[in-house]
């Protein structure tokens, strides 16, 4: 053993020894000069950015940029290096076996996120474990693995969402008992509802391209404190892919992919290319999805079979027999989107995007109204919706420059255009009925967040929402091309609606263990609507004037009684003002019922409370259970109406009940969830969930938007760069009398029970999908959706799911 003790060594050795150490220290710099590491994730081996690297002194440290590289220039052969990162389990390795693996680590995701961002609470960056809203995440790795066709199958892969569709190309979401207008679409901070947003239910949800969502928020319960009117069942906030910048000379990414599906014979197609320099970058998207007629399963409820369809053939309206009754003839549509963004950072405090979004489809078939009959007979040879038609241009622009007003501040500019239009002709009749709306959306909002002291920040912000709406009417002679005009879906001569709104929240983290957040909204929001042609129906007033005044709150605490526990108590008030689908609608029928403008309708109010507890087990392990009751005030629903004094009239030839939305006196709605999560062992975890909601009106009467009891149960296992996931969806029954009203007029959309009354059944499929990383590069992704080839109907929808549904897809990324 040599002891480097140089009192006891003569000069000419400790001259050797220095020397023989700074050749060393000479060759060790030369050798690290420029050395980077990579840091990838351990199943996709794509690059994980934002992974804290650093010795066990804490003395170095660096972090890994959107490529996942980092400088390792300070790092030497007598470092222990640890790597970390909140979504992945930390690792520390030795300089030496990191040099042997040629500079490259990889890293196994969580299964359990302990310290999740979530940014729609309050419209930025926040630590999930100080919200105390229950708020489900959507990120883009389970998007990809799940593959869903549109954003309502994104949504509704979440099983926390309840999704009704009337059509093939629709997706109608339901929260907590309530959908269509009353829950709000958020799209990067803009909100998507409109006037003409209405209370049938919707398919708009679809413009939006999964392909290109980075994430998606679902926030559970009332959000007008933050989001204003319609937010009273919950908020959808969706996150598209940003430009990423790049901290060298240039970056460039590409992803693509192509999938096929049996069902619908799906044929989609996506790609999307972000070039970058430091301060400057761009981001390209485009879709494609060609979609075929739907078939459904083979297995049970006979009473959903399309038998017959109506052809024109020679000039001539005929019935057909439908050769496979499995398949839902006419139901099938295309879809295009596009997407550029630019981005530009001057500096570390600014930074400004510009958004652009184009989204339009081929008409879609309306299939539930293509399978009404009357007096025997197919009711309507054509029903669809026109090419839906979206673009929205927003501008957004935030600052971190802290002053004495804010520490951060953003500013949202944004304008949207939206075309629909609805096409229907009877049997055998030669006229086609159009009606098309357009409206045009601004919107602006200013938000802004300031800290008071270490524990409190205040949340602040102001929002103008401006719609104007076109609506016309014409009816065309399908033999001779003639056209004349007709009564257009809402008043024809001109419908604005505004808002103008402030808020401000309060979070103060009381301790290690409470947080307390307490928030106000004022929100003012008018509606004017004026009738010019009144040659089809004689109003008795000649235009519409609304303007309302809200005040809304919301209280809450979240309570952790240990680091791996978390009780979130959650009191909050809502409110949708009427817009004009509610107040303007002129005439929008339903078998035997018309609906009428009623212009003394006022805005409906909830009253909320929740209660959330979650439970984390050895960071393997999650339970999460969730309860809530709602108290809705003046609510509005259909009732019967007169018009001039008539509680009937003849509408679109025939007799027809008049009704319109009214102010109920209340209604209840309550409910619960409940979701476990646990990793069995180090490759196969197991997840399930429950929700169950209920709600009547004050007259005991079911109410429309609820949902069946439903749930998932999977398990996934993880073999070398295959991941597969076995699960059962499942939906609960609805008897006859627990259906609304509504509902149970629509016969030609339900399953009738043994009294030959309709009814929803209870149903469950069995599915699989798979992920195989083929390398960096390349990625393959199949699944069985439906395996046993159940035929059913989800709840309040007007088309059958798909049977059998066979996926694959090949997806290819690529970054330089």
Same mark, same amino acid.
């Given at each position: 053993?040599?002891?480097? /003790? #140089?009192?006891?060594?003569?000069?000419?050795?400790?001259?050797?020894?220095?020397?023989?150490?700074?050749?060393?220290?000479?060759?060790?710099?030369?050798?690290?000069?420029?050395?980077?590491?990579k840091i990838l994730d351990n199943f996709d081996l794509q690059p994980i950015e934002n992974v804290a690297i650093f010795n066990t002194s804490h003395s170095k440290s660096t972090i890994t940029d959107i490529e996942g590289r980092a400088s390792f220039e300070e790092f030497n052969n007598f470092d222990t290096?640890?790597?970390?990162?909140?979504?992945?389990?930390?690792?520390?390795?030795?300089?030496?076996?990191?040099?042997?693996?040629?500079?490259?680590?990889?890293?196994?995701?969580?299964?359990?996120?302990?310290?999740?961002?979530?940014?729609?609470?309050?419209?930025?960056?926040?630590?999930?474990?100080?919200?105390?809203?229950?708020?489900?995440?959507?990120?883009?790795?389970?998007?990809?693995? /799940?593959?869903?066709?549109?954003?309502?199958?994104?949504?509704?892969?979440?099983?926390?969402?309840?999704?009704?569709?009337?059509?093939?190309?629709?997706?109608?979401?339901?929260?907590?008992?309530?959908?269509?207008?009353?829950?709000?679409?958020?799209?990067?901070?803009? *909100?998507?509802?409109?006037?003409?947003?209405? &209370?049938?239910?919707?398919?708009?949800?679809?413009?939006?391209?999964?392909?290109?969502?980075?994430?998606?928020?679902?926030?559970?319960? =009332?959000?007008?404190?933050?989001?204003?009117?319609?937010?009273?069942?919950?908020?959808?906030?969706?996150?598209?892919?940003?430009?990423?910048?790049?901290?060298?000379?240039?970056?460039?990414?590409?992803?693509?992919?192509?999938?096929? &599906?049996?069902?619908?014979?799906?044929?989609?197609?996506?790609?999307?290319?972000?070039?970058?320099?430091?301060?400057?970058?761009?981001?390209?998207?485009?879709?494609?999805?060609?979609?075929?007629?739907?078939?459904?399963?083979?297995?049970?409820?006979? +009473?959903?079979?399309?038998?017959?369809?109506?052809?024109?053939?020679?000039?001539?309206?005929?019935?057909?027999?439908?050769?496979?009754?499995?398949?839902?003839?006419?139901?099938?549509?295309?879809?295009?989107?596009?997407?550029?963004?630019? *981005?530009?950072?001057? /500096?570390?405090?600014?930074?400004?995007?510009?958004?652009?979004?184009?989204?339009?489809?081929? +008409?879609?078939?309306?299939?539930?109204?293509?399978?009404?009959?009357?007096?025997?007979?197919? @009711?309507?040879?054509?029903?669809?919706?026109?090419?839906?038609?979206?673009?929205?241009?927003?501008?957004?622009?935030?600052?971190?420059?802290?002053?004495?007003?804010?520490?951060?501040?953003?500013?949202?500019?944004?304008?949207? %255009?939206?075309?629909? &239009? *609805?096409?229907?002709?009877?049997?055998?009749?030669?006229?086609?009925?159009?009606?098309?709306?357009?409206?045009?959306?601004?919107?602006?909002?200013?938000?802004?967040?300031?800290?008071?002291?270490?524990?409190?920040?205040?949340?602040?912000?102001?929002?103008?929402?401006?719609?104007?709406?076109?609506?016309?009417?014409?009816?065309?002679?399908?033999?001779?091309?003639?056209?004349?005009?007709?009564?257009?879906?809402? =008043?024809?001569?001109?419908?604005?609606?505004?808002?103008?709104?402030?808020?401000?929240?309060?979070?103060?983290?009381?301790?290690?263990?409470?947080? #307390?957040?307490?928030?106000? *909204?004022?929100?003012?929001?008018?509606?004017?609507? @004026?009738?010019?042609?009144?040659?089809?129906? +004689?109003? =008795?007033?000649?235009?519409?004037?609304?303007?309302?005044?809200?005040?809304?709150?919301?209280?809450?605490?979240?309570?952790?009684?240990?680091?791996?526990?978390?009780?979130?108590?959650?009191? &909050?008030?809502? #409110?949708?003002?009427?817009?004009?689908?509610?107040?303007? @609608?002129?005439?929008?029928?339903?078998?035997?019922?018309?609906?009428?403008?009623?212009?003394?309708?006022?805005?409906?109010?909830?009253? /909320?409370?929740?209660?959330?507890?979650?439970?984390?087990?050895?960071?393997?392990?999650?339970?999460?259970?969730?309860?809530?009751?709602?108290?809705?005030?003046?609510?509005?629903?259909?009732?019967?109406?007169?018009?001039?004094?008539?509680?009937?009239?003849?509408?679109?030839?025939?007799?027809?009940?008049?009704?319109?939305?009214?102010?109920?006196?209340?209604?209840?709605?309550?409910?619960?969830?409940?979701?476990?999560?646990?990793?069995?062992?180090?490759?196969?975890?197991?997840?399930?969930?429950?929700? %169950?909601?209920?709600?009547? +009106?004050?007259?005991?009467?079911?109410?429309?938007?609820?949902?069946?009891?439903?749930?998932?149960?999977?398990?996934? %296992?993880?073999?070398?760069?295959?991941?597969?996931?076995?699960?059962?969806?499942?939906?609960?029954?609805?008897?006859?009398?627990?259906?609304?009203?509504?509902?149970?007029?629509?016969?030609?959309?339900?399953?009738?029970?043994?009294?030959?009354?309709?009814?929803? =059944?209870?149903?469950?499929?069995?599915?699989?999908?798979?992920?195989?990383?083929?390398?960096?590069?390349?990625?393959?992704?199949?699944?069985?959706?439906?395996?046993?080839?159940?035929?059913?109907?989800?709840?309040?929808?007007?088309?059958?799911?798909?049977?059998?549904?066979?996926?694959?897809?090949?997806?290819?990324?690529?970054?330089?």
């Amino acid at each position: 053993m040599v002891y480097y /003790n #140089f009192t006891f060594l003569n000069s000419s050795i400790i001259m050797n020894k220095k020397i023989n150490f700074s050749l060393f220290f000479l060759l060790a710099n030369f050798l690290c000069f420029g050395q980077t590491i990579k840091i990838l994730d351990n199943f996709d081996l794509q690059p994980i950015e934002n992974v804290a690297i650093f010795n066990t002194s804490h003395s170095k440290s660096t972090i890994t940029d959107i490529e996942g590289r980092a400088s390792f220039e300070e790092f030497n052969n007598f470092d222990t290096i640890i790597f970390q990162h909140p979504s992945y389990y930390r690792k520390t390795a030795t300089y030496n076996k990191i040099k042997l693996s040629g500079f490259k680590i990889k890293l196994k995701e969580k299964p359990i996120y302990l310290s999740e961002v979530v940014i729609s609470a309050n419209r930025w960056e926040e630590n999930k474990k100080e919200v105390p809203n229950k708020i489900v995440t959507i990120s883009a790795k389970e998007i990809k693995f /799940n593959n869903p066709q549109t954003t309502a199958d994104l949504l509704e892969s979440s099983n926390q969402v309840f999704v009704q569709k009337s059509q093939l190309g629709g997706g109608s979401p339901m929260i907590r008992g309530f959908a269509t207008n009353s829950v709000l679409l958020v799209i990067d901070g803009v *909100r998507m509802n409109n006037a003409i947003y209405r &209370s049938g239910n919707l398919q708009n949800v679809i413009s939006l391209d999964a392909n290109i969502i980075e994430n998606a928020e679902i926030i559970f319960g =009332p959000g007008s404190v933050i989001y204003g009117s319609d937010a009273l069942g919950g908020v959808m906030d969706f996150h598209t892919q940003k430009v990423k910048l790049s901290n060298k000379k240039t970056f460039l990414s590409a992803k693509a992919f192509s999938r096929y &599906s049996s069902a619908n014979n799906e044929k989609t197609i996506h790609f999307d290319i972000n070039y970058s320099r430091k301060k400057i970058g761009a981001l390209t998207s485009f879709t494609f999805s060609d979609f075929d007629d739907l078939k459904m399963g083979t297995h049970n409820n006979q +009473d959903y079979v399309r038998k017959q369809f109506v052809k024109r053939v020679n000039g001539k309206d005929s019935v057909f027999l439908n050769n496979n009754k499995n398949i839902q003839k006419f139901s099938g549509y295309n879809q295009k989107n596009f997407m550029q963004k630019i *981005r530009y950072k001057p /500096n570390k405090y600014f930074d400004i995007t510009y958004a652009f979004h184009y989204s339009n489809t081929s +008409d879609i078939p309306r299939y539930d109204r293509l399978i009404q009959y009357k007096n025997d007979e197919l @009711k309507y040879s054509q029903w669809y919706y026109g090419p839906q038609k979206w673009i929205m241009n927003n501008f957004k622009m935030s600052s971190t420059d802290t002053t004495k007003f804010y520490d951060r501040a953003k500013l949202t500019i944004a304008q949207q %255009y939206t075309e629909e &239009s *609805r096409n229907d002709r009877k049997f055998q009749n030669d006229y086609l009925r159009t009606r098309t709306e357009k409206v045009d959306i601004f919107t602006i909002n200013i938000d802004f967040d300031k800290k008071i002291n270490k524990k409190s920040i205040l949340f602040y912000g102001f929002e103008n929402v401006y719609n104007n709406v076109d609506s016309k009417g014409i009816t065309k002679n399908i033999l001779t091309g003639d056209t004349e005009k007709s009564a257009s879906r809402y =008043p024809d001569g001109g419908n604005k609606y505004y808002s103008f709104a402030s808020y401000i929240n309060f979070k103060s983290n009381l301790s290690s263990k409470f947080t #307390f957040i307490s928030g106000l *909204r004022y929100n003012y929001v008018g509606l004017y609507s @004026k009738f010019d042609d009144k040659t089809f129906y +004689d109003f =008795p007033y000649d235009n519409i004037k609304i303007n309302n005044n809200s005040i809304n709150g919301s209280l809450g605490l979240v309570f952790r009684p240990k680091n791996n526990s978390q009780i979130n108590i959650n009191a &909050s008030t809502g #409110f949708r003002a009427p817009n004009l689908d509610d107040v303007g @609608k002129i005439f929008d029928s339903e078998p035997g019922n018309v609906i009428v403008p009623n212009k003394n309708l006022k805005p409906e109010y909830v009253y /909320n409370f929740d209660c959330e507890i979650i439970k984390k087990i050895k960071n393997n392990t999650k339970i999460s259970i969730s309860g809530f009751y709602s108290y809705l005030n003046d609510a509005m629903v259909r009732q019967n109406f007169t018009f001039n004094g008539q509680d009937s009239i003849i509408y679109d030839g025939e007799m027809s009940k008049v009704q319109a939305l009214v102010n109920a006196n209340y209604a209840n709605i309550f409910g619960a969830s409940f979701s476990f999560f646990t990793e069995v062992c180090n490759n196969l975890s197991f997840n399930t969930s429950l929700t %169950y909601t209920h709600g009547e +009106d004050n007259n005991n009467s079911p109410l429309r938007h609820v949902s069946p009891l439903f749930g998932s149960t999977s398990l996934t %296992y993880y073999w070398n760069k295959i991941k597969f996931k076995i699960y059962s969806n499942y939906n609960g029954a609805i008897k006859n009398k627990y259906l609304a009203a509504s509902e149970q007029a629509k016969e030609y959309m339900y399953a009738k029970d043994k009294n030959g009354l309709p009814y929803s =059944p209870g149903w469950w499929t069995l599915n699989l999908k798979t992920s195989s990383q083929i390398n960096k590069n390349f990625q393959l992704n199949f699944g069985v959706e439906n395996i046993l080839d159940n035929r059913y109907r989800p709840y309040s929808s007007g088309i059958c799911a798909h049977g059998r549904n066979f996926i694959i897809s090949l997806r290819y990324n690529f970054i330089k």
